[in-house]
């Protein structure tokens, strides 16, 4: 127990000396000393070669003779674009004047009044046709639960049958096998792979 209390005496002491010392170093000079010291990131620093100024001014040259080789390249397809094969429009058509529309005689302002009248009174009478059709469905659906409450509290059953999903409402006929048999002697093949990926210049 004795020797116990002096190891954890020192390690207390030396503790405190490495705490109270600079850099976190540790003066205690007992063998049971935890030392630490703190992290040194540093380096020497690497000594740059010299390199002869013709090999430096080649890759200069080089680079900017890529440089100018791409840029010449993106000049030469700046009006070009990547197709999209879902849309094939004819060449004809993409001309700006073959497309604009030109009516031959201007509509008069008695004929515009008329067209905007009689846009008003279609909209009008969709939204009355709307309407109705609206009020029709919720009296029906009110009129149904009504008709469910009701035959409910006379006969459970009855109900359940009422609300039971009818099959004869989706008919539906499959005849053949519901499984089908494998083929002997199947030999199953690995596949193709076909590259058709269109390259574009510029890429």
């Known amino acids: 127990m004795i020797g116990v209390l002096i190891i954890a005496n020192a390690v207390f002491r030396s503790c405190i000396c490495s705490v109270s010392n600079l850099r976190n170093v540790s003066t205690y000079t007992h063998p049971l000393c935890f030392r630490t010291t703190e992290t040194l990131l540093g ?15 080649v890759r200069e040259e080089r ?3 890529k440089l100018e080789k791409r840029i010449r390249v993106l000049e030469k397809h700046s009006g070009y674009m990547k197709p999209i094969f879902e849309i094939n429009t004819l060449p ?3 001309e700006k004047e073959n497309r604009s529309c030109h009516l031959t005689v201007p509509l ?10 009689l846009e008003r009174e279609w909209s009008k009478y969709k939204q009355n046709q709307w309407s109705k059709n609206l ?5 029906m659906t009110v009129s149904q639960e009504i008709a469910l409450k009701e035959l409910k509290a006379v006969s459970k059953q009855l109900y359940k049958k009422a609300v039971a999903f009818d099959n004869l409402c989706l008919p539906y006929n499959a005849v053949g096998p519901a499984h089908t048999p494998p083929i002997n002697n199947y030999d199953s093949p690995d596949g193709e792979y076909t590259e058709t990926t269109i390259k574009y210049p510029g890429e």
Do not use: C, F
Not at 43 to 57: F, G, M, N
Not at 135 to 139: A, G, L, T, Y
């Open 135 to 139: 009020h029709v469905i919720k009296s």
């Open 63 to 65: 680079k900017r003779r």
């Open 43 to 57: 380096e020497p620093l690497k000594k740059k070669k010299k390199l002869d100024p013709a090999i430096v001014r």
């Open 108 to 117: 008069s302002e008695e004929e515009i009044k008329r067209r905007y009248l």
């Open 92 to 94: 004809e058509l993409i």
